[in-house]
């Protein structure tokens, strides 16, 4: 499979979630007719503040929850229920929080030889070896100094490697990365960036990551897709996202991270300063019908219309597209 063609994709998927006790009856209105493409070799960011649905779209595309509409496509087609066993195997996810995604009651040799087991066909003669081999991928070496210790014995960025080199035990052709870095020391953080990096180089893993960091996209993404509300606003190649942002909240989001190689002026970025960020305090609703633009309710230029009518995809380069009444 080339690079250009997708491996996994949503294909305009939307959740909605039911609430239960005293707001039996309401829905959160989690994602709304989402499309999202990775293809192999590609690392794209997921970027949005908490809460915009980025951890229900990677639950979904790994078959954790199933979409309320929509559908979720491998290598093009349908994934069929007699297909999901083959999904979890070619879709793995790895987790925010090392210190809880493995189990501290069973040691690093248990952890890593259960999805040998699961996934593959590696003879038990074989496990130990295997193992070792996993072990040298994520850069833990000398491996035998590791694969009889409990997680407890080891330390975050140690964790999280074992936690990666667990979803390559299954062979998978898509990493999806839940905000990996972030509950790691920030000396490490770019060293498990790094890993992943190397692994899609020489694996040709297809990988989403997600964060709520805008500059560390910049640095190990080739795409960025930015989320609201449940809502994909904006799309294209890291460095136009990221130097010539198009929709208000991209700014939004790039104004409040410090990036030394951005511009302080650049075209398209000359309103920053009307974003105030107390303006925008107020987080969206989700309970109610999405109608018109999800980020209207805080956009310094919304007009009627924006509350209203839902804005067109408006495209500016190959891959580069934004939906925003701002543009004709």
Request: net charge negative; proline share 10%.
């Given at each position: 499979m080339s690079s250009t063609e997708a491996i996994l994709e949503a294909v305009a998927v939307t959740k909605?979630?039911?609430?239960?006790?005293?707001?039996?009856?309401?829905?959160?209105?989690?994602l709304n007719g989402v499309d999202l493409t990775l293809r192999r070799g590609q690392i794209l960011a997921?970027?949005?503040?908490?809460?915009?649905?980025?951890?229900?779209?990677?639950?979904?595309?790994?078959?954790?929850?199933?979409?309320?509409?929509?559908?979720i496509r491998f290598a093009g087609k349908p994934i069929r229920r007699a297909d999901r066993r083959a999904h979890f195997g070619r879709v793995q996810m790895?987790?925010?929080?090392?210190f809880s995604s493995l189990n501290n009651l069973h040691r690093v040799r248990y952890i890593l030889s259960r999805p040998l087991r699961n996934f593959g066909r590696t003879p038990a003669a074989d496990l130990e070896r295997r193992v070792l081999d996993l072990l040298e991928r994520v850069n833990l070496t000398p491996a035998d100094d590791f694969i009889d210790k409990y997680p407890h014995e080891l330390s975050g960025g140690q964790r999280q490697r074992i936690a990666i080199a667990r979803a390559l035990a299954a062979e998978p052709a898509v990493l999806l990365g839940d905000?990996?870095?972030s509950m790691l020391d920030v000396s490490i953080r770019l060293d498990i960036l790094n890993l992943l990096a190397e692994l899609r180089n020489r694996d040709g893993l297809a990988m989403l990551y997600i964060t709520h960091d805008i500059a560390s996209a910049r640095y190990f993404a080739d795409e960025i897709s930015v989320m609201y509300a449940g809502h994909i606003v904006e799309t294209g190649p890291v460095e136009q996202v990221t130097q010539d942002p198009k929709h208000p909240y991209t700014k939004l989001l790039l104004a409040a991270s410090p990036d030394p190689d951005?511009?302080?002026?650049?075209?398209?970025?000359d309103?920053?300063?009307?974003?105030?960020?107390?303006?925008?305090?107020?987080?969206?609703?989700?309970l109610a019908e999405p109608t018109g633009c999800p980020f209207a309710h805080r956009c310094p230029h919304a007009t009627p219309t924006c509350s209203t009518e839902a804005p067109p995809t408006h495209t500016f380069t190959t891959g580069h597209w934004t939906r925003c009444w701002l543009y004709p």
């Open positions: 909605r979630i039911p609430l239960h006790g005293r707001d039996r009856g309401r829905v959160v209105h989690a997921l970027v949005g503040e908490s809460g915009s649905g980025k951890s229900t779209l990677a639950r979904l595309l790994a078959l954790g929850d199933l979409p309320t509409g929509g559908e790895v987790l925010q929080d090392p905000e990996p870095v951005r511009p302080t002026a650049s075209s398209g970025s309103d920053l300063d009307d974003l105030d960020e107390e303006d925008l305090a107020e987080p969206p609703n989700l």
